[in-house]
């Protein structure tokens, strides 16, 4: 009996385990970063440097238990190389989003239900965008020496929660 009992709490630990980092049919999860380190090149739109790459790499990693599902980017060299590790991991192509828009991107982003989606943006619009999706001003802009914080925003039903993460 101690063993049919023991087996079985076992089961129910691996069945919970499995599916922690999964949304549920209801549930999502929306994972918020500022693009990696650019390259300091003039340019309007400068691709990644190294320490860059390498971070986006980190965050692909990082975000591999995660189970993501859709992957947005804004349409700049640094935020798309920063999403394409992750991307190309799991096979997926990079959405692009515009982030002069970004009251009806969180109002679809809240509205993928059963998602766990993956979306970089900047210092300036990942904290707005977070804000917008969880309709209060938790979250200031970022420094601009800031490459490492890591929003989580998960949905479930009407209940939003946060918390900030570094990676």
Not at 57 to 80: A, F, G, P, W
């Amino acid at each position: 009996m101690t063993r049919l009992i023991l087996a079985l709490a076992v089961i129910i630990m691996m069945a919970c385990g499995s599916s922690k980092n999964k949304a549920s049919a209801d549930q999502t999860q929306i994972f918020l970063v500022r693009h990696a380190e650019k390259a300091d090149d003039g340019t309007r739109n400068p691709p990644l440097t190294q320490l860059g790459k390498d971070r986006a790499s980190s965050l692909s990693k990082l975000l591999m238990r995660e189970d993501i599902n859709l992957v947005y980017s804004t349409d700049y060299l640094r935020t798309k190389h920063t999403a394409q590790p992750h991307a190309a991991a799991l096979g997926l192509s990079v959405q692009l989003y515009d982030p002069r828009k970004l009251p009806e991107f969180a109002n679809q982003l809240s509205n993928l239900k059963g998602q766990n989606i993956l979306v970089v943006g900047h210092s300036n619009s990942t904290p707005s965008l977070a804000n917008a999706i969880l309709e209060t001003e938790t979250y200031k802009q970022f420094d601009e020496s800031e490459y490492s914080n890591l929003i989580v925003i998960t949905i479930n039903g009407d209940q939003k929660a946060t918390e900030m993460r570094s990676f």
